[in-house]
């Protein structure tokens, strides 16, 4: 690994507006972004192509009124924070559609987008931050499907036009890989330096339904990995629904130094009619996200999979 990670980091001021919200109040994230995608019933021509329909991140550029209708949906119930369409923005899951060159582009249109419409609805008292997100992509170096190099120069290049395009912070989330999360936060303190400027960075691991990460790492594990890379949040997202996060939430509770995240999808999937159907209610999402606050000090909740405004609305009126 050329680009190990090596204390000590460029850090955010412990004045960061993102980081001083979090120790003043329970920030809420939006939802989910697929799921919600699905209910606008775009076609293909929305996407600019046959061959792009299913690419979510071309939306940024295609049609990027359905992108800002998105953020708008949720910051219209009231959330603190959205997260950039820029789940799968990187060269390595680019590739499969053919357009790995237009990484930047992408990267910075979805910061673009997302600040803009944040900025709308922020007041003095009442900011509003863009996440920029960056998923765990389809090739992972723990299975030799791709140098811990070439995919951690791939997020450089999509965190680097996050930052461009002002996001208040990187969001490092769904990580069942550990050291695909590794190539992620290298290349988002590569990035910040290249840029000039020093965002927090929210690190989200996925445990399955074992209890585990996808390879069998134990949370333990992941805690002690994750905490010394230059990282400022950590927590869970996606994968299961938040019955299954208690055992790994106090884990993180009481072994993780840092303020804590938790994302849950809306309960478990089922397939109807062709589409993942989410039966969690937003009541229930709303009950258990207020107790993993109450109980474990869970500092930013929100949702993952099959989330719609509709239960973010109900989070934030508990």
Do not use: W
């Amino acid at each position: 690994m050329n680009d190990a990670l090596r204390p000590p980091f460029a850090r955010p001021s412990s004045d960061d507006p993102y980081l001083r919200a979090l120790r003043e109040r329970v920030l809420i994230f939006d939802g989910a972004t697929g799921t919600n995608f699905q209910l606008q019933n775009l076609t293909a021509h929305d996407f600019g192509s046959s061959a792009l329909e299913g690419c979510n991140e071309i939306l940024s550029v295609a049609k990027p009124a359905a992108v800002e209708s998105l953020h708008r949906s949720f910051l219209d119930v009231g959330v603190d924070v959205i997260e950039t369409n820029s789940f799968g923005t990187f060269s390595v899951v680019l590739a499969e559609y053919g357009i790995a060159e237009r990484t930047h582009e992408l990267a910075l249109a979805a910061a673009n987008i997302a600040r803009r419409v944040a900025d709308e609805y922020a007041s003095p008292n009442s900011p509003r931050f863009v996440a920029g997100s960056m998923g765990p992509g389809t090739k992972f170096p723990t299975l030799g499907q791709i140098s811990y190099d070439d995919l951690s120069a791939s997020y450089e290049e999509l965190a680097y036009g996050l930052l461009e395009g002002g996001v208040d912070l990187l969001l490092v989330e769904t990580m069942f890989d550990l050291l695909s999360g590794k190539a992620a936060i290298a290349a988002c303190h590569r990035a910040m330096a290249r840029h000039g400027r020093i965002v927090p960075i929210q690190a989200q691991v996925t445990i399955e339904l074992t209890g585990r990460m996808l390879p069998g790492t134990e949370i333990g594990a992941a805690i002690t990995a994750l905490s010394p890379l230059g990282i400022d949040v950590l927590g869970l997202n996606c994968a299961t629904g938040p019955v299954e996060m208690y055992e790994p939430l106090r884990t993180l509770s009481e072994a993780a130094d840092l303020p804590l995240s938790c994302l849950p999808n809306a309960g478990l999937p089922s397939v109807v009619e062709g589409r993942m159907h989410y039966d969690l209610t937003p009541e229930a999402l709303a009950e258990h996200l207020s107790r993993f606050v109450s109980e474990y000090g869970v500092q930013a909740v929100g949702g993952c999979c099959g989330c719609t405004p509709a239960h973010l609305q109900k989070v934030i009126e508990a």
